[in-house]
């Protein structure tokens, strides 16, 4: 978006601006400020002309300029209606040397997670990447996807949904441990060993030794995340953060353990939440060290019974802490082991458990 479609909806978002002082703030004609107001009307805005100024009345509900609409944070919007990935584009934007861009599709084609797992993407979710340059050393990345999962985590509170992380970045809605007993009940006992799949795409939850019935997942996921990056040994050159967010997806349409902000509060408007999102993100990444006591606070994983699987093997144990730069601390019988990258499961929770 160029800086002078920033500098109106800026002065418009503040309330009534008269033409003149449009003129003046933009440093063009009068006539220059109609066309330009215009414009917006055929963006889907509402813009009425008052004694007192042009007013913005109606605000789309989508799209790049209507995201840039009253964002306190200065970000570059870059909308498509669909793309193959935001990431692949932020990458291609990285390459132009662009920087402090978020790319948005009303959908993607071709998403993904990690190790390339395919990531629904239809209409009514937000499809994002952040692109940005930080000045900090490449053992800093795993940072800035944790504070994207506070971010989307925070919007979906604001939301109503009571959302949380599940280490490292899947935000998800937590449920307790249900199992199927011999006479058909349901059985919602703490002491239930729940093992749980990757939610994207991986097969159902297997029932313990005591129960040949199959358990549901003990959550439902509600974001993934997936960060990229290119940098030399000490210095990040750029860094995308990647969000896929089920906001107003049609609960029918989602994949088995998968859920949405409409699914578990109501819809709402994603120019608004993608909003926040960024607001909040761009809090935390100019305060890294804000960053992990901000997921702490709201992580599912810490307290419980967790199964990880690491290049190295598995670990499996009780999930103690996260250690900087996002480092998964896991006391097993044989002691701390700290997990740098890997998939968790969710097992029992443990008498410790944080919620």
């Excluded at 004694?51 to 009345?57: A, I, N, P, S």
């Excluded at 419980?304 to 103690?320: F, K, L, M, S, Y």
């Amino acid at each position: 978006m160029s800086d002078t479609r920033r500098i109106l909806l800026a002065a418009l978002a503040e309330g009534p601006v008269s033409g003149p002082e449009l003129a003046e703030r933009l440093g063009v004609s009068r006539a220059a400020v109609w066309k330009h107001v215009e414009s917006l009307r055929d963006d889907g805005f509402g813009v009425e002309s008052t004694d007192e100024g042009y007013v913005v009345t109606d605000v789309p509900e989508y799209g790049g300029p209507a995201i840039e609409y009253g964002l306190a944070v200065d970000y570059d919007v870059e909308f498509h209606e669909t793309l193959t990935s935001t990431n692949d584009r932020a990458r291609e934007l990285a390459s132009e040397g662009a920087s402090d861009v978020v790319v948005v599709a009303r959908e993607q084609s071709a998403s993904r997670g990690r190790k390339d797992r395919e990531w629904s993407s239809p209409d009514g979710g937000v499809w994002m990447s952040v692109l940005v340059r930080p000045d900090e050393p490449p053992a800093f990345a795993p940072l800035f996807t944790l504070a994207m999962a506070v971010a989307v985590c925070d919007a979906a509170r604001e939301a109503g949904v009571d959302a949380s992380i599940k280490w490292p970045n899947d935000v998800i809605v937590s449920r307790p441990p249900q199992r199927t007993t011999s006479d058909g009940s349901s059985d919602s006992g703490e002491s239930d060993v729940v093992p749980a799949s990757e939610v994207s795409g991986g097969p159902s939850a297997e029932a313990d030794a005591s129960n040949t019935e199959q358990l549901p997942h003990p959550y439902r996921k509600l974001c993934g995340i997936l960060t990229e990056m290119e940098g030399e040994a000490d210095r990040v050159s750029w860094m995308v953060i990647g969000a896929g967010i089920n906001v107003n997806v049609d609960p029918q349409t989602l994949p088995e353990g998968a859920t949405s902000v409409a699914a578990e509060a109501s819809a709402v408007e994603r120019r608004v939440f993608v909003q926040r999102v960024l607001e909040r993100f761009d809090e935390l990444r100019t305060d890294l060290d804000g960053v992990l006591p901000a997921w702490r606070e709201r992580a599912d994983t810490l307290g419980r019974r967790v199964r990880v699987h690491t290049a190295g093997g598995v670990v499996e144990g009780d999930a103690v802490d996260v250690e900087h730069p996002g480092t998964l601390v896991v006391r097993t019988d044989e002691g701390e082991t700290r997990v740098h990258a890997g998939d968790c499961e969710h097992l029992r929770p443990t008498t410790e458990e944080r919620r």
